[in-house]
């Protein structure tokens, strides 16, 4: 099946490096994907890795993917006030005839001080 | 170049009434597709349209629901006698490629559809 799961909440000290997990399901998945959504506003596309790499980095943003066990990982290193916002994975799986976008529930980045 | 364009953002309708939301993909772009994103939740996929053709509706509600996207125009979402579970935002998205390739997905800002 079509599962996405991620946790829910992560709070963090500025400055401190944040972790946000993903699990997904199908192994199908070319590409994975991590969008930032910020209060009120849509989805903007952050990064994301093709499926035969192990880690992708991009300035402050590093992405493991561990294919054996279906889990991402979104590295944010230094962060900062800025980067409060929800933070969706999602996957392409063939069986969406890779058009279609399967979301997670969002993980709730918050940072203070 | 400007982003994927969505209007109304804020859409407030009865019970009953109609409700169309509208979806102008970037340039260059002939893929469309539409997102529900319920509060406290996700996205989920509703359908995707290239120019003049659905290609897939499987995350579509079988009634009240439509989705065009002409020759000439916006992508239009068309929900019928609305009711309140359909309050929502509904997001609109586009990419230059189909299944082949990366299908990076740029997103509009959204509809907020209340209903009363």
């Known amino acids: 099946g079509e599962d996405v799961e991620q946790s829910l909440f992560l709070s963090v000290r500025e400055g401190d490096s944040s972790v946000i997990n993903c699990t997904y399901t199908?192994?199908?998945?070319?590409?994975l994907y991590w969008y930032k959504q910020e209060p009120g506003a849509g989805l903007q596309l952050l990064t994301y890795i093709f499926s035969n790499m192990d880690m992708k980095q991009d300035q402050r943003l590093t992405v493991l993917l561990n294919k054996k066990d279906k889990h991402l990982s979104l590295r944010i290193a230094d962060t900062q006030t800025g980067d409060s916002a929800i933070y969706f994975c999602?996957?392409?799986?063939?069986?969406?005839?890779?058009?279609?976008?399967?979301f997670g529930a969002g993980t709730r980045l918050a940072v203070h001080p | 170049n400007a982003g994927v364009m969505q209007n109304p953002r804020h859409l407030v309708r009865r019970r009953g009434q109609e409700a169309r939301l509208r979806c102008s993909p970037m340039?260059?772009?002939?893929?469309v597709y539409w997102y529900r994103q319920l509060p406290e939740e996700g996205l989920k996929f509703m359908v995707y349209l290239q120019k003049e053709n659905i290609i897939d509706e499987s995350g579509m509600p079988k009634e009240r629901f439509s989705a065009e996207f002409p020759k000439e125009g916006p992508s239009i979402l068309r929900i019928q006698q609305v009711v309140r579970g359909d309050s929502a935002a509904y997001f609109c998205?586009?990419?230059?490629?189909?299944?082949?390739?990366?299908?990076?997905?740029?997103f509009g800002p959204g509809t907020r559809l209340t209903v009363l």
């Open positions: 199908d192994s199908s998945s070319t590409y």
């Open positions: 998205a586009s990419s230059r490629t189909g299944t082949s390739g990366n299908n990076e997905q740029f």
């Open positions: 999602a996957e392409s799986p063939v069986s969406g005839g890779y058009n279609k976008l399967i």
């Open positions: 340039k260059g772009h002939s893929h």
